[in-house]
């Protein structure tokens, strides 16, 4: 509130992260039909120009690395290809079906399967170890 004569200067001030956490979901297929590779392609291409967080490898070890085998990629190529070129994920798509060594339509269902049936297997072990948990803070207050 200002009166007379007074001035109120409010200074705001707004910080951005310098990074981002990869916010598509592994459950996410682009027009190619695979599921997670539009999250692989953000995290390859936050990582090739800096700015994925602390935490987010890349191309990890759990469906990336399935990803990629599955498809018949090299991971190193993967990442060299974002890096060099930073394609658009369209492009990134013509890319994969131009260098995948086993891309077929039924490839690509059987990849959509096995990625689906891991979602779900995470998924259901996070529902488990949150019910666990409940569980065992239950049977440590009978305990006290």
């Known amino acids: 509130m200002s009166g007379a004569g007074v001035r109120i200067s409010i200074n705001h001030q707004f910080i951005m992260s310098n990074?981002?956490?990869?916010?598509?979901?592994?459950g996410v297929a682009g027009p190619l039909g695979v599921l997670?590779?539009?999250r692989m392609w953000?995290?390859?291409s936050l990582e090739a120009s800096g700015k994925l967080a602390p935490g987010y490898p890349g191309i990890g070890r759990g469906f990336d690395a399935m990803t990629c085998a599955?498809?018949?990629?090299?991971e190193q190529a993967v990442k060299d290809y974002i890096k060099?070129?930073?394609?658009?994920?369209?492009?990134?798509e013509a890319w994969i079906k131009?260098?995948?060594k086993s891309l077929t339509?039924?490839?690509?269902r059987n990849i959509m399967r096995q990625s689906a049936g891991m979602i779900m297997m995470t998924r259901?072990?996070?529902?488990?170890w949150a019910i666990a948990g409940c569980r065992m803070t239950r049977q440590r207050r009978r305990m006290r």
């Open 84 to 92: 060099q070129h930073k394609p658009t994920y369209p492009q990134f």
């Open 42 to 44: 953000q995290k390859v």
């Open 19 to 26: 990074t981002y956490v990869p916010l598509i979901s592994s």
């Open 36 to 38: 997670h590779l539009p």
């Open 105 to 108: 339509r039924r490839r690509s």
């Open 70 to 74: 599955a498809l018949g990629l090299e």
């Open 124 to 128: 259901r072990a996070k529902k488990s």
């Open 98 to 100: 131009k260098n995948a």
